[in-house]
């Protein structure tokens, strides 16, 4: 039962659903490895409602519901087996507290835990649970419920479910519902069955009516089919007549088309990541392979959801960590369109404050920081802001390559693709009656690409949460991403400077007649180069392309140069006659610093955005994202930030180079 010490605990605000027991506990047995603890009380603790604000909650013992056992974990972490020290079992109701017992296993972690509670170093717990109905009595308002007079603002619990028991340095905190409650959920029975594996199972054939039942003995089948090797088919009858080997080739790449197209959509439908759909796409894994190693991973994620689970129903994790996030971008400076509620409270907080209203409790700094960073909401708080930041700076990036360079069609994947050509030479056909139609030849000479990945990491320590290193959050994703856009910007430049073509040739290339005369830039310079590229033809040799130009490249140092040239009304030409000067006209000048890593002298005209070097992104991901890269070890959150992209020529005839002297 309760001590003075537990009440006291408790009225302190900090949220304890748990008595603590002696110095030196009487009810250990050092054979069995058990500890018998109170578990929960019906003492009101605060807590905070994202609907009302603060306000007291009670869990009434006679609204609660309890298996046989339920894990005893480490603090209310369920992101490793390793957390697990054994169960908790026996639970009971005595009076207005749920008491039970703790069983510790017998690995070295648990047994270290158990040898800490019976030395008395440890002494409470701290319960994770479900709320499946209560009553709302609010503020000014005071309600009777099982003869129990109850005062508002409260929240009276009158439908419970232990998920499970956790050995804690201190009890349940202030704040344990962000970690120890679950949806306010009015059902209280589970289903077996989520709704992903079950659409799954109806895309393979099963009836989507069926009952879970049904659902588990189909899916079963579906699995022992699969896994056997398949039957050996007798050898086909000869044919009477040899199929010719163009059509054989033709099914065959009629059937990979149909392979590919089937395995996509199946990974895109069932939210595979895009790693392993380009495995299942790149090692030529069967359809049916494919599908058993979907539901396999389908199968591991449902497991996971059907472990006890301790943070609060989604719409109020949302909620929270939204508040959260949407602070730490107002207190960096960001503006927020519309703020998460709670938000604004919150743009005055340091980030362990920030910490502790995610985990709560009494603890020390640096328990506070460790317990926040080891949950997955901090991670993806931090990740979130990560995201935003990096689309703002993104946003405001000034790299030139937006302004000339076009885009590709998506890749689905990572594997090299082909590409239709920019250009179509000729002109339609007068059709003459049954006349057969002539086919454009788009894949002729057609450019081929592959993604390339750009990436780099940063750190969150918990040195950086103690000491409130805002900038860490923010200013190191910001200059990340200037950095990925500076690299996206360097590989559209490297791609016309030094890109080869399907030709195996340089995209500047006295085969591709794209190299005018050299020339310092003059109106007269400007002027000829411009022929360069009129004078270009198709793939035939011989259709003119009649190609305008539409932007001037130039290195930082010929910028005035051009600058002057497009202010300069007349020229003089050859003959000395005064003209008006054109030669700009319809010219967008663009001044990039890498041309003059390349050349100080070299000048370039270009052709519409999209015909010469072209940016391709994998799933449309045109800024770089933040994942954190795996959990909290060695008191530091690990971040990746990472883009695919692949900038590309996709064609010379609309690009003409000025050497210059």
Same mark, same amino acid.
């Given at each position: 039962?309760?001590?003075?010490?537990?009440?006291?605990?408790?009225?302190?605000?900090?949220?304890?659903?748990?008595?603590?027991?002696?110095?030196?506990?009487?009810?250990?047995?050092?054979?069995?490895?058990?500890?018998?603890?109170?578990?929960?009380?019906?003492?009101?603790?605060?807590?905070?409602?994202?609907?009302?604000?603060?306000?007291?909650?009670?869990?009434?013992?006679?609204?609660?519901?309890?298996?046989?056992?339920?894990?005893?974990?480490?603090?209310?972490?369920?992101?490793?087996?390793?957390?697990?020290?054994?169960?908790?079992?026996?639970?009971?109701?005595? *009076?207005? #507290?749920?008491?039970?017992?703790?069983?510790?296993?017998?690995?070295?972690?648990?047994?270290?835990?158990?040898?800490?509670?019976?030395?008395?170093?440890?002494?409470?717990?701290?319960?994770?649970?479900?709320?499946?109905?209560?009553?709302?009595? =609010?503020?000014?308002?005071?309600?009777?419920?099982?003869?129990?007079?109850?005062?508002?603002? %409260?929240?009276?619990? !009158?439908?419970?479910?232990?998920?499970?028991?956790?050995?804690?340095?201190?009890?349940?905190?202030?704040?344990?519902?962000?970690?120890?409650?679950?949806?306010?959920?009015?059902?209280?029975?589970?289903? !077996?069955?989520? =709704?992903?594996?079950?659409?799954?199972?109806?895309?393979? *054939? %099963?009836?989507?009516?069926?009952?879970?039942?049904?659902?588990?003995?189909? %899916?079963?089948?579906?699995?022992?089919?699969?896994?056997?090797?398949?039957?050996?088919?007798?050898?086909?009858?000869?044919?009477?007549?040899?199929?010719?080997?163009?059509?054989?080739?033709?099914?065959?790449?009629?059937?990979?088309?149909?392979?590919?197209?089937?395995?996509?959509?199946?990974?895109?439908?069932?939210?595979?990541?895009?790693?392993?759909?380009?495995?299942?796409?790149?090692?030529?894994?069967?359809?049916?392979?494919?599908?058993?190693?979907?539901?396999?991973?389908?199968?591991?994620?449902?497991?996971?959801?059907?472990?006890?689970?301790?943070?609060?129903? =989604?719409?109020?994790?949302?909620?929270?960590?939204?508040?959260?996030?949407?602070?730490?971008?107002?207190?960096?400076?960001?503006?927020?369109?519309?703020?998460?509620?709670?938000?604004?409270? %919150?743009? *005055?907080? !340091?980030?362990?404050?920030?910490?502790?209203?995610?985990?709560?409790?009494?603890?020390?700094?640096?328990?506070?920081?460790?317990?926040?960073?080891?949950?997955?909401?901090?991670?993806?708080?931090?990740?979130?802001?990560?995201?935003?930041?990096?689309?703002?700076?993104?946003?405001?990036?000034?790299?030139?390559?937006?302004?000339?360079?076009?885009?590709?069609?998506?890749?689905?994947?990572?594997?090299?693709?082909?590409?239709?050509?920019?250009?179509?030479?000729?002109?339609?056909?007068?059709?003459?009656?049954?006349?057969?139609?002539?086919?454009?030849?788009?894949?002729?000479?057609? =450019?081929?690409?592959?993604?390339?990945?750009?990436?780099?990491?940063?750190?969150?320590?918990?040195? #950086?949460?103690?000491?409130?290193?805002?900038?860490?959050?923010?200013?190191?994703?910001?200059?990340?991403?200037?950095?990925?856009?500076?690299?996206?910007?360097?590989?559209?430049?490297?791609?016309?400077?030094?890109?080869?073509? #399907?030709?195996?040739?340089?995209?500047?290339?006295?085969?591709?007649?794209?190299?005018?005369?050299?020339?310092?830039?003059?109106?007269?310079?400007?002027?000829?180069?411009?022929?360069?590229?009129?004078?270009?033809?198709?793939?035939?040799?011989?259709?003119?392309?009649?190609?305008?130009?539409?932007?001037?490249?130039?290195?930082?140092?010929?910028?005035?140069?051009?600058?002057?040239?497009?202010?300069?009304?007349?020229?003089?030409?050859?003959?000395?006659?005064?003209?008006?000067?054109?030669?700009?006209?319809?010219?967008?000048?663009?001044?990039?610093?890498?041309?003059?890593?390349?050349?100080?002298?070299?000048?370039?005209?270009?052709?519409?955005?999209?015909?010469?070097?072209?940016?391709?992104?994998?799933?449309?991901?045109?800024?770089?994202?933040?994942?954190?890269?795996?959990?909290?070890?060695?008191?530091?959150?690990?971040?990746?930030?990472?883009?695919?992209?692949?900038?590309?020529?996709?064609?010379?005839?609309?690009?003409?180079?000025?050497?210059?002297?």
């Amino acid at each position: 039962m309760p001590n003075k010490k537990d009440k006291n605990h408790n009225n302190s605000g900090l949220v304890c659903r748990a008595a603590v027991i002696s110095d030196a506990p009487k009810s250990v047995n050092e054979e069995q490895r058990t500890v018998e603890f109170t578990a929960a009380t019906e003492t009101p603790v605060s807590v905070y409602d994202w609907d009302y604000g603060r306000v007291n909650e009670v869990l009434l013992m006679s609204g609660v519901k309890y298996p046989d056992k339920v894990p005893l974990l480490n603090t209310h972490s369920r992101y490793d087996v390793a957390d697990v020290l054994g169960s908790f079992r026996s639970m009971r109701v005595e *009076g207005g #507290s749920l008491v039970g017992v703790a069983h510790f296993a017998a690995d070295q972690t648990s047994a270290d835990s158990f040898g800490k509670v019976k030395d008395g170093h440890l002494t409470d717990v701290s319960v994770g649970y479900r709320v499946n109905a209560y009553v709302m009595v =609010e503020r000014g308002q005071t309600t009777v419920i099982e003869g129990k007079t109850f005062t508002g603002p %409260m929240r009276v619990v !009158t439908d419970w479910t232990v998920k499970e028991v956790s050995l804690a340095p201190i009890g349940a905190d202030e704040n344990a519902k962000s970690r120890s409650l679950e949806s306010v959920n009015k059902s209280v029975e589970e289903n !077996t069955m989520d =709704e992903k594996t079950r659409a799954f199972l109806v895309s393979l *054939g %099963m009836r989507a009516d069926a009952s879970d039942a049904e659902a588990e003995k189909f %899916m079963q089948d579906f699995k022992q089919r699969t896994s056997k090797p398949p039957a050996a088919e007798p050898a086909p009858a000869a044919p009477a007549t040899a199929e010719p080997e163009g059509k054989r080739a033709d099914d065959a790449v009629a059937a990979e088309r149909t392979r590919v197209s089937d395995i996509t959509a199946m990974c895109r439908s069932f939210d595979i990541d895009p790693e392993t759909e380009a495995k299942f796409i790149k090692d030529g894994t069967s359809l049916d392979s494919a599908r058993a190693a979907v539901l396999q991973k389908l199968e591991a994620g449902r497991a996971a959801q059907n472990q006890p689970v301790f943070t609060v129903g =989604e719409a109020e994790a949302d909620k929270k960590r939204a508040a959260i996030r949407d602070g730490i971008l107002l207190r960096a400076g960001f503006k927020v369109d519309k703020p998460a509620a709670g938000a604004t409270d %919150m743009r *005055g907080d !340091t980030l362990l404050d920030m910490c502790r209203t995610l985990v709560g409790g009494r603890d020390s700094r640096y328990d506070i920081a460790t317990r926040a960073m080891s949950t997955s909401d901090l991670p993806i708080i931090l990740g979130n802001v990560a995201n935003i930041v990096m689309l703002a700076e993104m946003e405001r990036a000034a790299s030139t390559y937006r302004l000339w360079v076009g885009n590709l069609p998506n890749f689905s994947n990572l594997k090299e693709k082909r590409f239709a050509r920019a250009l179509l030479g000729g002109s339609v056909d007068i059709m003459k009656e049954g006349e057969e139609y002539k086919f454009a030849k788009f894949f002729e000479n057609a =450019e081929k690409a592959t993604p390339v990945k750009f990436g780099k990491g940063f750190e969150v320590t918990v040195e #950086s949460i103690l000491n409130d290193e805002l900038d860490v959050i923010t200013a190191v994703p910001a200059g990340l991403a200037l950095l990925a856009d500076g690299g996206i910007n360097k590989a559209c430049y490297n791609a016309l400077l030094s890109g080869k073509m #399907s030709d195996d040739k340089t995209v500047f290339h006295a085969d591709h007649d794209n190299i005018a005369t050299a020339a310092a830039p003059s109106i007269a310079s400007i002027i000829a180069s411009k022929k360069v590229m009129r004078k270009q033809t198709d793939i035939d040799g011989k259709t003119p392309l009649a190609l305008i130009p539409q932007y001037l490249l130039s290195p930082v140092e010929l910028s005035d140069t051009f600058d002057h040239i497009k202010d300069t009304v007349t020229y003089k030409n050859a003959n000395g006659d005064e003209l008006k000067n054109t030669s700009m006209s319809g010219l967008e000048l663009v001044v990039e610093g890498l041309l003059d890593a390349d050349s100080t002298k070299s000048w370039y005209l270009a052709g519409k955005k999209g015909t010469t070097v072209n940016l391709a992104y994998v799933d449309g991901f045109e800024t770089p994202v933040a994942r954190m890269e795996d959990k909290f070890s060695n008191d530091t959150l690990r971040f990746k930030v990472v883009q695919y992209a692949v900038a590309k020529a996709v064609e010379y005839r609309t690009v003409v180079k000025n050497p210059g002297v």
